[in-house]
């Protein structure tokens, strides 16, 4: 059964996003790591780049898989995790503290339009 | 026998030579007519090492290697046939090897005339109006004959023609291929048996189609009973069928795909027709088109004049051209061989022997593996894994295991319709002695999965080397020397 | 096709069906097809052998003087043994790396003398010929540099490569900017000033050029990289032995055929593509890659890897849709470069360059050709100007076992010289065009 935090939004494509003032922190499920296996390496954005809800701003890797990240949010990257680029299965010993870019939201309410953390669930479920 | 794991760097030893090259006769210095700025300053680590280092070192690797003529290779869609000597030995002929792709076309009659004959062949035995033997291999065939599908589109002034349609039970390659060709995926749901949803289809059928890309048989080497309609469908709203020639051995000699309504194919000689695979290429990947496309095919063209004489030729309409020179000639010079030998009489048994090989084993080990669909198959069929799916054993393990036994292993979950595919496709090559072994085999495979799971769990055991770590592969990709000696300092 | 009439009869039983016709059952009787295939009847290998013998026949053994991207180099007898071993060439691709590791490692082989001669860090396992991956080397250019859809490509790059990576571009929708030559090098200038439009992608060069120049690439690379977008030079692979690198050039990406690392001309093929690039464009070159790696018991073993880039994984997603390589071609490749070394690789150039240069003097000393661009250096292959009608020339050169230069039109030739011409031979080509 995978993990599922109350206190974030969801994406349906398996993103999860944590807001502080303007800032929105996106990293990939549990569920999403999970499904992934093994992850191998993280293609992410460079900070300064911009990026728009429901398009692709990198890929996630495992030795037999690989998937499109999708931003959830719209705005410019202000951080990436780069503990990432040298030990990407930090994702895979926990998806939820191992987020992968800091993004300075230009559009606050495209996260109300985000899962709840009990829609998610049941999103895993099916 | 001791396990051979040196490099070729490795043996190296300065001042060590492999070659021998004739002096300089002609009292020039072309080296001392290029600046300095031109030239590599950066040292060049090759390898130092004597001709016998060279025969030992690739002939201990060649023993490090399992192939058609090592043993049976029940892979799925891969079609592994025999590769008779006799089409390797004509291949090398000098007469061939030595002809220059930009040779007089007077001087090169030769290798015309046989280009333009196999072209001639396949279109005979698919039902289709002309060949190119350009494409290099069956992805590159895809990629050409969706470029026919868009060019003759175009050419009609219906721009709005993006999409190609694609079932969900295909293989990566034609989704890919539309990709690289510009063209929009629309995905087809299959039926259960794997046979394209017609009713899905339908409403799918409108006037920004380019056209379908199918296999037939199937994924699961069931025959699409329902291709006329799904022809005329297609057709009937202004699209293109597009065969992957990649199932074409068991029609080979019985049902043709022009006569099936498809409009463009690809032929993967290296499967249908026998050419070896190489351990992983040269292929080559000929494309078909009905009368109606023949002008898109890219160029050079090979023809026959009126005065019985070859030629090369360009056509402005064509898509463009997709290779340097003509393909992977010496591939098309096997097949040509191959279709020779067996002739019109014996070609017509190609598919049926192949179609019997693959029931004959179906029906001997549906006892101990699942057989998802009943019934007839073509040329291949998939297991979805073990039937008894207590003992924990997956088919990653029963592959594996058949490596012990000296077994190539099936093509494994593949298709993505079943969790535990495990996809057999015998071939008509092999002998009814060699089937019964590996029905055997895979018996006492499925009885170790009751009785000692374990051990085939951990197969395999008796392999040059055992499991590898992958995820350490892909995660600090070492991919040459130098890393590697990087790496262990 | 083994089977005997007992062992059919004792199938059919096993399967349940009277007849392998029945096996057919379920397809329409309409499409079965009961005509003669327009094919000849069935030879036995006496008559193969002769029927094969009779087309080489018809083929002329020519005395090579043409490029054009296809070298007449030296093609030494062991890698033909080699390539006979039937583990080889029987094998599939190493998909069980179990049993595949001698496939395996020579690609692991190959990629390292890729690496090396083109001074990247890393290659793949090969790809189709040299014009299909220049071709590939510009969709990873738009891949790695994300929303730019232009790539130039300096017309000194070879009108055949040139012909595929504008087909390519075409069909999926990258514009393709040819930018003009200038002196028979290309134009800087030019391609800065395309560069200042924004969405270039990257620029692809050629060493040595289509003429057989060897260009100099200063400042092409910061160039280029000051407009964010990347370099593919698409090199000849035996020249790199001793002409600078692509890397040295500052390239992202390198590429190029295969072919002159001793493969037979073949009537154009099989030869192979090659690519090369940096360990920070590594994730998106297409192709398969073998890595390095341990099995359980921690020996050296080689497996295929990074391959979840790879269509039929990614499918749709996937920058490219190849799924091959040329791994025969490769392990010919591999050979090759281990038989020659260091050494031999430099001498095959060194010999070529002279044999280049001494043709050079002897056509200029004919008084009836003029070098068509005056000082600008060349290794194996030149360009001369001449008032003599070429086709006449080089029907009269056929005639006598020649191959001549390639005729580029508007009087332009074009010689190549490899390690297998001699001295005499040319002193032949030179009296057989005087003549006609």
């Known amino acids: 059964m995978s993990k599922v935090l109350d206190n974030l939004r969801y994406a349906d494509s398996h993103e999860w996003v944590k807001v502080e003032g303007d800032i929105a922190t996106v990293g990939i499920t549990d569920y999403a790591q999970h499904a992934l296996g093994s992850i191998v390496y993280v293609d992410m954005p460079e900070v300064g780049d911009e990026v728009t809800a429901g398009e692709e701003f990198g890929a996630v890797e495992s030795v037999k898989a690989a998937s499109d990240l999708i931003s959830p949010v719209s705005g410019e990257v202000v951080e990436i995790n780069e503990a990432l680029e040298d030990e990407p299965e930090l994702i895979n010993k926990d998806a939820f503290e191992n987020w992968i870019m800091k993004v300075r939201l230009s559009d606050a309410g495209e996260v109300d339009a985000l899962l709840d953390a009990a829609a998610y669930a049941k999103l895993c479920e099916e | 026998m001791k396990y051979y794991d040196k490099l070729i760097f490795e043996l190296s030893r300065p001042g060590r030579k492999g070659y021998e090259l004739p002096a300089n006769a002609f009292g020039t210095d072309g080296a001392a007519e290029i600046p300095a700025d031109l030239k590599r300053t950066e040292p060049l680590d090759l390898p130092e090492v004597s001709e016998l280092d060279v025969v030992r070192h690739y002939t201990n690797l060649s023993n490090k290697n399992f192939g058609v003529d090592t043993g049976f290779y029940p892979l799925g869609s891969c079609t592994m046939k025999y590769n008779p000597k006799i089409n390797e030995e004509l291949s090398a002929m000098p007469e061939f090897a030595g002809v220059h792709p930009l040779q007089p076309a007077e001087t090169a009659q030769g290798a015309l005339e046989l280009y333009y004959n196999l072209q001639h062949a396949l279109s005979s035995l698919a039902g289709l109006e002309e060949f190119t033997l350009n494409p290099f291999a069956g992805a590159h065939g895809e990629l050409t004959g969706l470029m026919v599908m868009r060019s003759y589109h175009e050419s009609r002034g219906d721009h709005k023609r993006t999409k190609v349609i694609v079932p969900d039970s295909a293989h990566g390659t034609n989704p890919a291929s539309a990709m690289v060709a510009g063209l929009e995926v629309v995905t087809v749901k299959s039926r259960p048996n794997g046979s394209v949803d017609v009713e899905d289809l339908k409403p799918l059928l409108d006037d920004t189609v380019a056209g379908i890309m199918m296999t037939n048989p199937n994924t699961l080497g069931m025959f699409e009973t329902e291709i006329m309609e799904i022809a005329k469908l297609v057709h009937e709203a202004g699209g293109l069928l597009y065969y992957d020639g990649a199932n074409f051995n068991p029609l080979l000699g019985k049902v043709r795909p022009g006569d099936m309504g498809f409009d463009i194919m690809h032929i993967n000689l290296h499967k249908t027709f026998s050419t070896p695979h190489g351990g992983g290429g040269p292929g080559s990947g000929p494309v078909g088109v009905g009368k109606h496309l023949v002008q898109f095919l890219p160029n050079p063209r090979v023809r026959k004049g009126e005065d019985g004489k070859f030629f090369v030729d360009t056509d402005d309409r064509a898509l463009g051209t997709i290779s340097t020179f003509f393909g992977n000639f010496g591939v098309m010079m096997r097949a040509y061989a191959y279709i020779l030998t067996l002739g019109k009489e014996g070609i017509r048994q190609v598919g049926p022997l192949a179609t019997l090989n693959a029931n004959y084993i179906k029906e001997s080990l549906k006892d101990d593996y699942l057989l998802p669909i009943d019934g007839v198959c073509k040329h291949e069929f998939v297991f979805d894994g073990l039937k008894d799916k207590s003992t924990g054993v997956t088919t990653l393990n029963v592959a594996k295991r058949l490596l012990d036994y000296g077994f190539h292993a099936p093509t494994i979950y593949f298709p993505l319709l079943f969790h535990e595919s495990m996809m057999i496709e015998p071939t008509e090559t092999e002998s009814k002695e060699t089937l019964d072994e590996f029905i055997d085999v895979m018996h006492t495979v499925a009885r170790e999965a009751r009785e000692t799971p374990d051990e085939v769990k951990n197969a395999p055991l008796t392999t040059l080397v055992r499991k590898l770590d992958e995820t350490g592969a892909a995660k600090n990709p070492v991919l040459t020397y130098k890393a590697l000696k990087k790496n262990a300092q | 096709m083994p089977h005997t009439e007992e062992d059919i009869r004792a199938m059919l039983e096993k399967i349940g069906v009277q007849t392998i016709d029945d096996l057919y059952g379920d397809v329409p009787e309409e499409v079965i097809y009961r005509e003669e295939y327009d094919i000849p009847s069935a030879m036995s290998e006496i008559e193969l052998r002769r029927h094969f013998k009779e087309l080489g ?105 040139q012909a595929v990576v504008k087909t390519y571009g075409k069909f999926h929708g990258v514009a393709v900017t040819v930018v003009p030559e200038k002196d028979g090098v290309s134009d800087l200038d030019a391609i800065k000033k395309e560069l200042e439009a924004g969405d270039v992608a990257g620029i692809i060069v050629a060493t040595p050029n289509k003429y057989g120049i060897i260009e100099d690439y200063t400042g092409f690379a910061d160039a280029v990289h000051a407009a964010k977008g990347l370099m593919t030079v698409n090199a000849d692979p035996s020249t790199l032995a001793v002409l600078r690198t692509p890397a040295e050039w500052g390239a992202d990406i390198a590429c190029g055929d295969g072919q002159t690392l001793g493969m037979p001309l073949a009537f154009g093929g099989p030869y192979l593509g090659y690519m090369a690039t940096s360990k920070a464009n590594l994730r998106k070159m297409p192709g398969r890659v073998v890595g390095a790696t341990t099995d359980a018991d921690g020996k050296r073993a080689y497996v295929l890897t990074l391959q979840a880039r790879e269509q039929h994984i990614r499918r749709e997603k996937a920058t490219s849709n190849i799924c091959s390589n040329q791994s025969l071609m490769a392990l010919y490749a591999t050979i090759y470069v281990a038989l020659m070394g260091k050494e031999g690789l430099k001498e095959v150039n060194r010999l070529s360059c002279d044999g280049a240069h001494y043709l050079y003097n002897r056509l200029v000393e004919t008084g009836k050709f003029t070098p068509a661009f005056p000082g600008k250096p060349f290794l194996k292959e030149f360009v001369m100007k001449t008032d003599l009608d070429m086709k006449r020339v080089n029907a009269h050169l056929a005639e006598n076992g020649v191959m001549g230069g390639l005729d580029l039109g508007e009087g332009l030739v074009e010689f190549a010289v490899t390690e297998k011409r001699t001295r005499e031979e040319i002193d032949r080509l030179i009296t057989l065009m005087l003549e006609a």
Do not use: C, W
């Open chain 3, 57 to 161: 026949d018809k083929n002329r053994q020519l005395t090579v003087f043409a490029g054009g991207g296809a070298y007449d180099h030296y093609s030494p007898s062991v890698i033909g043994h080699l390539l006979q071993r039937s583990e080889f060439y029987t094998a599939y691709t190493p998909y069980q790396p179990e049993i595949s590791q001698g496939t395996l490692q020579y690609i692991f082989e190959y990629q390292s003398i890729i690496a090396e001669l083109t001074g990247m860090e890393a290659s793949n396992a090969s790809m189709y010929d040299g014009a299909t991956a220049t071709a590939e080397a510009m969709f990873m250019m738009v891949a790695s540099t994300k929303k730019k859809n232009r790539v130039l490509i300096s017309d000194t790059v070879s009108e055949r490569v």
